[in-house]
């Protein structure tokens, strides 16, 4: 009984699953039927070529940006803009220097002040700025008080051994005269309200003062010397002792007074060391034409 049970369900289970794949099958048939029915593959082919066509032409033609409202103005080209400024600043430079009929005689001198540090830590070559405290006064001309004088150091250094201070010397070789920059030949002949000479700014030379500087610990050692002497003194039981640390203190600053100039002689001088805002006098060399 069981047998034919089990024999029976095996055959229901295999005529559902081949009527299933019959279905299956008629379904897949149906699908491939509909597709063959709408495709064409050569309509396919010429619409891709229509598009391609249609496309190289684009590609082909040359690109045209406009805007797309045709009453709005045109966009600045870079070209513009460079000319623009270019012109702007061309305007703001100072005017082309043609001379002039009025003389500002050689040797004429200009109180400034400096308009930046000055130090011989500043290299050869830098640039350094000047404007007049007041007006300079001539013969048919004033030179109005702000004019600005502009140079630049031509030698430098910074404190050497042999007690050398620092140097700076300034040319000054430009003056802004009515938004004109005029060629000039001068110097600096006063700095910090110190006179100037051979337009080199120097440094104190510090041989003599280094010199008693070093000198001065034999000094000490013959001060303690001789009190220590003089105290032996008023004892007779030390007054034998007396002469020796006299001579202690007599050798030790004899041979300090030897040594102190050889080893001043291997130091250095001192800086330079001009802040902005400092009096300076300048002094034309040569003559200028100015209106």
Known sequence: MRKNVKNTLI???LYILFANQGHAFDIDMTVDDEIRKNYNPNQLINDVGKKDSALEKNMQAEPIYTNSDSNLPD???IVDKIQADTQKSVKQAYTKY?????KVKARTSFNVVSLADISDMQRKGANVKFKTKGNTFGKNYTIPAGTEFQGYIIDSHRPQITCNGGLVAIRIDSMIYKNQKIP?????TRANDKKIFFNKIK??????KTMWKNGNWGRVIFDKMLTTSVGLSK???????MPFPLAYGTICLGANSILSPITAFFSKGEHISIPAGSNFRIKLL??????
């Open 11 to 13: 055959i229901a289970s």
């Open 75 to 77: 966009l600045p080209s």
């Open 98 to 102: 043609t001379g002039g009929n009025i």
């Open 184 to 188: 000039i030949v001068a110097y600096v």
């Open 203 to 208: 440094g104190k030379r510090t041989y003599l």
């Open 235 to 241: 004892d007779k039981t030390t007054l034998v002792l």
């Open 286 to 291: 040569d003559e200028v034409m100015i209106n």
